[in-house]
């Protein structure tokens, strides 16, 4: 995507990719981490929370295509969402023995932070 930095299409895509895996596999995207997602208030949840917003960070972090002034603005909030999820991991960790999975999202939360702030 010309127009864009990089580092907003590497974590535009991932967001995307995140997004649509929600609504597509909804049981599968929270499997993972021991969320059964077996009623259709728990899908529900998952489909809005990781679909939802998966696809409304992607479209974020496109629109500085159409609306330029908006990247660092942009780039600001999202990393600092994905900072702030980083972060809840760590405390999360202080007080639990996470599995895998968990230690794998903090890692990509905390390198997507960085490259979308290494913007601004």
């Known amino acids: ?3 864009l930095p990089v580092q907003h299409v590497i974590v ?10 929600a609504f597509l596999r909804p049981r599968l995207v ?3 981490v021991g969320i059964v ?3 259709p208030d728990s899908r529900n949840e998952i489909q809005a ?4 917003f998966g696809l409304a960070m992607a479209a974020a972090l496109a629109a500085p295509l159409w609306y330029p002034g908006l990247r ?5 909030a999202v990393g600092l969402a994905l900072a702030g999820m980083a972060a809840g991991r760590v405390i999360a960790a202080l007080r639990e023995r996470p599995g895998r999975w968990p230690i ?5 939360e905390a390198v997507a932070a960085g490259l979308l702030l290494s913007t601004i």
Do not use: R, W
């Open 1 to 3: 995507m010309a127009g």
């Open 12 to 21: 535009g895509f991932g967001f995307g990719l995140m997004g649509l895996a």
């Open 30 to 32: 929270v499997a993972m």
């Open 37 to 39: 997602g077996n009623s």
């Open 49 to 52: 929370v990781y679909g939802g």
């Open 72 to 76: 660092a603005g942009i780039a600001t």
């Open 104 to 108: 794998v999202f903090f890692v990509v």
